[in-house]
């Protein structure tokens, strides 16, 4: 049973372009979603995250968004870069639920930004 | 680099035989978590440990499997009797605090042949 969900393995942008990549979760229970990069052979990287009471959080080029009544969240990147070329996790905890350090991922999406 | 170490980097036993996956948190940090990466999949909470205790263990598998955080050294997740279901990798991340962003390692990639 997955409770978050990633549909889109995969997805390819031209450089300077945005980037939307997308999120849905099933319990209703997480109020705490974060974003991770992952290049090859490496660990995940932390980029972004956003509570419950928020629905939208921006770092940068990042953008987060949060649909809660439809349980979904979407990363924006704008402009994309080569750089940005990597697998992206969307990650869900419940922190009131006390399982705060408990993240739940998707199973990732590959980004890749076309020069 | 101060960052969460891991040790070693790939690791390859045969069945049978156990894995000792290392891990030295950022400096500071006294909270540690394990994750499993399968193939074509997400990471998948294992166990929560703090300096000498498990938190919580939920994700572990309920035999071979076992994980400590002594009061001095690294944590160790040992793997008794590895099967080729064993392999993937395996990520420690740490933070300061229950509430705040862990960080990871960068892997220790398991082959059991």
């Known amino acids: 049973d997955q409770q978050v969900k990633q549909n889109s393995p995969s997805l390819s942008v031209q450089e300077g372009r945005i980037s939307i990549l997308n999120c849905d979760y099933t319990?209703?229970?997480?109020?705490?979603f974060l974003w991770y990069k992952k290049y090859p052979a490496e660990g995940p990287t932390f980029l972004i995250s956003?509570?419950?009471?928020?629905d939208k959080n921006e770092d940068g080029r990042f953008t987060v968004f949060l649909n809660k009544s439809a349980k979904h969240l979407s990363l924006h990147i704008v402009p994309s870069q080569p750089g940005d070329s990597a697998v992206y996790f969307c990650?869900?905890?419940?922190?009131?639920?006390?399982?705060?350090?408990?993240?739940?991922f998707g199973k990732g999406t590959l980004l890749t930004v076309n020069p | 680099n101060a960052g969460v170490m891991q040790n070693p980097r790939h690791l390859v036993r045969r069945r049978g035989q156990e894995a000792r996956l290392r891990c030295s948190p950022m400096?500071?940090?006294?909270?540690v978590y394990w994750y499993r990466q399968l193939p074509e999949e997400g990471l998948k909470f294992m166990v929560y440990?703090?300096?000498?205790?498990?938190?919580?263990e939920s994700g572990m598998p309920k035999e071979r499997f076992s994980a400590e955080f002594p009061k001095e050294g690294p944590s160790i997740l040992r793997i008794q009797q590895v099967v080729r279901g064993d392999s993937a990798a395996y990520f420690c991340?740490?933070?300061?605090?229950?509430?705040?962003?862990?960080?990871f390692g960068q892997g220790t990639r398991l082959t059991v042949v």
């Open positions: 991340a740490s933070s300061d605090l229950e509430n705040t962003e862990a960080f």
């Open positions: 319990n209703s229970m997480f109020d705490y």
């Open positions: 956003i509570s419950s009471i928020k």
């Open positions: 990650a869900a905890s419940a922190r009131r639920g006390g399982s705060n350090y408990k993240l739940t």
């Open positions: 400096k500071g940090h006294s909270h």
């Open positions: 440990l703090q300096k000498e205790n498990i938190i919580d």
